[in-house]
């Protein structure tokens, strides 16, 4: 199939969420990526429309607001303006960075749901949900914690267990509760709308499995587990008071789920810019409705279902829409070894680091995009930033470009000098050089930005052996115009340096052709060896670059030293006390001591023993506990244990318990059945 020519590009960079800050992860994975992209193609005079903004919506930020006693829209104000600053801090070139709390996108999010709703598109459908009755609510999955059935930990979302990394869903957990109210919540009805992605499924297996082999192997392979396990309908709404209000009658106290307005939020912030700019950008319809239009979204790959499966099938159901030409997601980047945790603030933020690497964007923009995780899960160490900035930025590049200006400066008072006649040497150099743009190029098109990086600094490589092997110094002595000649081709490679860097490195470029006087110049000139001409005078030369020394490092190294013995304390830190209770309360707990005369695992569970009690009545009472992953059936038997007596029977697996066995939470998160010092007659009561 013959590749189609594009009139014009959309790009759109994942919309951060404004309830933190913005660290390396997030810059490795999508937004350095894109923006080298998109410079790439404004360098080659390309149309091209860069979308980003901040995705404001969702129950985080409502948990964040609840925490901290403040409204929601006080924490996306936060941190939308942080976001904001640190992308433009690292130059990150969007031409707009708006939000999904904004009048204009609201109304464009609810206005699309409706033409879905109106075409028939949407289905509606009644379901049991948990709901909190003393908070009078339906609750998110984040509203909700118990006990993990895997790793029994009491501390476990209604969606995922932080500790073991399961993921889950709330009626899993063992005795939840409502984060809100404290109460147990119970099941209720609820209507919700649904897009029938299983309707899609066909049509999805054909553009991305036939029609989109190029894409990268990981969003490719993921794109395919989902469809090989056969679609299902998706829910697009949600009971909740923070987000933009379902557009239909009957909808009250219902808004539209976030992973249906936030990718949205690109067409309606593409709409904003054109709307206040439409003499430079025309309508939005042009960049999402042309067919001339491409559009390519840069994620990262918790984000792949979405981009390629919701968003595109809500694109489809609505009509009219261009659809994802590509989908460049990268994988996670992890640090020091360890994977980033905002909650464990196992993090560099993008804040902090300006504030403690002044004037470093770039070499930190080199490093991530060096490491760039685009096929598999890579690794961001302090020792490689600084190895790399010192072995490659300072000692290749700026090391290239200060000999080739100073040596221009001490000998021709900074004035590029006249081409003379070329020896093998030069013509070697040139010839090496001289493919350049069809190599970064080669890259840049198909998204691998390390590669193309490489090549970018394998000019300075080249013009660093060029003058080691010419020797300017001492030719000076005997042929002054053999050095013109070796000077003219050294600042040419400065020169091209200057351009083939501009995408990857936008603050090192603009400082570089301050220097050689160069304030205008296109992607088209790379390879070109009469950038500059003789008798151009070229400015005063500086450091591009400056060695990292061994205590910045190791103040970073113990910035996140600390951070790791706060985590290691606040794990092994007791649980906060509960809230008083009345003597009247904690006597309608029946306590005993009980005798084990039998435990044995649970057949088809992994996490249950069964015990048979001798309780002192006569008649052995059974109960389930979920410590098989702690105690071999044999280590408990014949051993004395404290139980609650008056839990009212549970089923499980088939069995009916008839209490609960009391255990204790070590530090490592591990149970340990209570036990007594001597030996008390079963059926005695604690107390």
Same mark, same amino acid.
């Given at each position: 199939m013959e590749e189609k020519k594009f009139k014009r590009t959309t790009v759109t960079a994942a919309l951060p969420y404004a309830n933190g800050g913005v660290h390396i992860g997030h810059l490795a994975g999508v937004y350095v990526p894109a923006d080298i992209y998109v410079r790439y193609l404004r360098l080659k005079k390309q149309d091209v429309i860069f979308i980003g903004g901040s995705d404001e919506h969702g129950v985080p930020i409502t948990i964040?607001?609840?925490?901290?006693?403040?409204?929601?829209?006080?924490?996306?104000?936060?941190?939308?303006?942080?976001?904001?600053?640190?992308?433009?801090?690292?130059?990150?070139?969007? *031409?707009?960075?708006?939000?999904?709390?904004?009048?204009?996108?609201?109304?464009?999010?609810?206005?699309?749901?409706?033409?879905?709703?109106?075409?028939?598109?949407? %289905?509606?459908?009644?379901?049991?949900?948990l709901y909190d009755e003393e908070a009078h609510q339906f609750l998110a999955?984040? $509203?909700?914690?118990?006990?993990?059935?895997?790793?029994?930990?009491?501390?476990?979302?209604?969606?995922?267990?932080?500790?073991?990394? #399961?993921?889950?869903?709330?009626?899993?957990?063992?005795?939840?509760?409502?984060?809100?109210?404290?109460?147990?919540?119970?099941?209720?009805?609820?209507?919700? !709308?649904?897009?029938?992605?299983?309707? $899609?499924?066909?049509?999805?297996?054909? !553009?991305?499995?036939?029609?989109?082999?190029?894409? #990268?192997?990981?969003?490719?392979?993921?794109?395919?587990?989902?469809?090989?396990? *056969?679609?299902?309908?998706?829910?697009?709404?949600? *009971?909740? *008071?923070?987000?933009?209000?379902?557009?239909?009658?009957?909808?009250?106290?219902?808004?539209? $789920?976030?992973?249906?307005?936030?990718?949205?939020?690109?067409?309606?912030? %593409?709409?904003?810019?054109?709307?206040?700019?439409?003499?430079?950008?025309?309508? !939005?319809?042009?960049?999402?409705?042309?067919?001339?239009?491409?559009?390519?979204?840069?994620?990262?790959?918790?984000?792949?279902v979405f981009h390629c499966i919701v968003f595109?099938?809500?694109?489809?159901?609505?009509?009219? $829409?261009?659809?994802?030409?590509?989908?460049?997601?990268?994988?996670?980047?992890?640090?020091?070894?360890?994977?980033?945790?905002?909650?464990?603030?196992?993090?560099?933020?993008?804040?902090?680091?300006?504030?403690?690497?002044?004037?470093k964007q770039d070499v930190l923009r080199y490093v991530l %995009?060096?490491?760039?995780?685009?096929?598999?899960?890579?690794?961001?160490?302090?020792?490689?930033?600084?190895?790399?900035?010192?072995?490659?930025?300072?000692?290749?590049?700026?090391?290239?470009?200060?000999?080739?200006l100073q040596l221009t400066k001490k000998y021709w008072e900074g004035v590029v000098p006249a081409c003379g006649t070329l020896t093998d040497v030069d013509r070697a150099t040139l010839d090496e050089f001289k493919d350049v743009k069809e190599k970064v190029e080669a890259y840049l098109d198909v998204f691998k930005f390390r590669e193309a990086q490489k090549e970018a600094m394998n000019l300075a490589r080249i013009g660093n052996r060029y003058i080691t092997e010419c020797e300017p110094w001492k030719v000076w002595k005997t042929d002054p115009k053999r050095v013109e000649t070796i000077l003219y081709i050294s600042l040419?490679?400065?020169?091209?340096?200057?351009?083939?860097?501009?995408p990857f490195l936008p603050f090192s470029s603009e400082k570089l052709r301050r220097m050689i006087n160069m304030p205008e110049f296109e992607w088209s000139q790379l390879g070109n060896t009469d950038l500059l001409k003789a008798g151009h005078q070229l400015a005063e030369p500086e450091l591009l670059y400056e060695k990292i020394e061994d205590e910045v490092i190791d103040r970073q190294l113990q910035k996140l030293e600390e951070t790791k013995k706060a985590n290691e304390a606040a794990e092994h830190k007791a649980a906060p006390v509960k809230e008083n209770v009345s003597f009247e309360d904690f006597e309608k707990l029946d306590i005993r001591v009980g005798f084990v005369k039998q435990c044995e695992r649970v057949k088809k569970s992994k996490k249950l023993l069964r015990f048979t009690i001798d309780d002192g009545s006569g008649t052995d009472r059974t109960i389930l506990s979920g410590i098989a992953a702690y105690y071999e059936p044999e280590e408990l038997t014949g051993k004395q244990v404290l139980f609650v007596a008056n839990f009212a029977p549970r089923q499980m697996m088939g069995i009916e318990s008839q209490g609960m066995i009391l255990s204790a939470v070590d530090a490592d998160g591990a149970l340990k059945v209570t036990s007594l010092l001597g030996k008390v007659a079963p059926g005695s009561q604690v107390g």
């Open positions: 964040r607001a609840r925490k901290e006693g403040i409204t929601p829209q006080d924490v996306v104000d936060r941190y939308h303006a942080m976001i904001k600053k640190s992308f433009a801090d690292f130059g990150i070139s969007f *031409d707009i960075y708006s939000r999904t709390t904004s009048k204009i996108h609201h109304q464009f999010a609810a206005d699309f749901f409706k033409k879905l709703y109106d075409d028939g598109k949407l %289905t509606e459908k009644t379901s049991q949900q999955d984040r $509203y909700i914690m118990g006990e993990c059935p895997h790793c029994h930990n009491e501390h476990a979302y209604g969606d995922q267990c932080e500790k073991c990394g #399961r993921d889950l869903s709330p009626t899993e957990l063992i005795n939840p509760h409502s984060t809100i109210s404290g109460s147990a919540p119970v099941l209720k009805e609820t209507k919700n !709308w649904y897009l029938p992605l299983n309707d $899609y499924q066909k049509w999805l297996e054909q !553009w991305i499995l036939e029609e989109h082999k190029e894409w #990268r192997p990981n969003v490719y392979g993921q794109c395919k587990s989902w469809l090989d396990m *056969d679609l299902q309908p998706r829910a697009m709404t949600r *009971d909740l *008071d923070w987000g933009i209000p379902v557009p239909v009658a009957g909808a009250d106290g219902k808004v539209l $789920y976030v992973w249906f307005d936030a990718p949205i939020g690109y067409i309606s912030n %593409t709409k904003e810019l054109c709307d206040k700019e439409p003499e430079k950008w025309g309508t !939005w319809e042009k960049w999402w409705k042309d067919g001339d239009s491409r559009l390519v979204h840069f994620i990262g790959k918790d984000n792949i595109p099938s809500m694109l489809k159901a609505h009509g009219g $829409y261009i659809l994802p030409d590509n989908v460049p997601s990268n994988e996670f980047l992890n640090l020091e070894n360890d994977k980033i945790s905002t909650s464990r603030n196992w993090a560099v933020w993008l804040h902090e680091y300006l504030e403690e690497m002044p004037g %995009t060096a490491n760039a995780p685009e096929t598999k899960d890579n690794n961001f160490t302090w020792k490689d930033f600084q190895e790399r900035n010192n072995s490659e930025l300072v000692a290749v590049y700026g090391n290239f470009v200060n000999r080739a040419q490679l400065v020169a091209n340096l200057a351009i083939a860097f501009e």
